[in-house]
């Protein structure tokens, strides 16, 4: 007998774990992360200018690290459908590819604070097609709306089709 309110106890704190956190609002807050790290998005480049690959070194209170940056085809909603108007019923998208990339390097540690980057991204040829130095600061994001808690920093690079980085 002595066990049932140990018992009773331990299934009290199990059921709490994992629950969310609500906004206030009602609704809840999940526990979906978000990526630390330093996004790449590049513009479709000029006719016959294939991307191979990018890279992105980050320094911030006296050290540097340099992350290699996959980078995929962009893509967009080409069109969408919907079997109605209501917020539950099912919908569908179909993405089209945009002639750009996209990329992501991850960078665990990474301040709210003034960050040096160099981001290079080179062609099929192995000649860049972008190259800058500048300071960013990346900014917490949060995933489930500004009342939950924040993701984590990140920050995001672009390069327009002449390979201007901004």
């Keep these: 007998m002595r066990a049932l309110p140990a018992l009773a106890l331990l299934m009290i704190a199990a059921a709490g774990c994992g629950s969310s956190v609500g906004t206030g609002d009602g609704r809840p807050c999940t526990e979906i992360g978000a990526r630390v790290g330093i996004g790449v998005q590049v513009a479709p480049p000029p006719a016959g200018t ?3 690959e990018a890279a992105v070194e980050a320094c911030w209170e006296g ?3 340099t ?14 459908t ?3 108007e209501g917020p539950d019923d099912p919908c569908s998208a179909r993405l089209r590819e945009t002639g750009g990339y996209t990329g992501f390097a991850p960078m665990s540690g990474l301040p709210t604070g003034p960050v040096q980057v160099t981001l290079t991204v080179t062609d099929a040829d192995g000649e860049r097609f972008a190259h ?6 990346p900014e917490l994001v949060y995933p489930n709306g500004p009342d939950c808690e924040p993701g984590g920093p990140q920050a995001q690079l672009e390069v327009d089709e002449q390979g201007r980085v901004r």
């Design 50 to 52: 294939s991307l191979r």
């Design 63 to 65: 050290s540097c690290r």
């Design 67 to 80: 992350v290699p940056v996959e980078l995929s085809p962009a893509t967009e909603v080409a069109e969408t």
């Design 82 to 84: 919907c079997t109605g």
């Design 132 to 137: 800058r130095t500048l300071e960013v600061t």
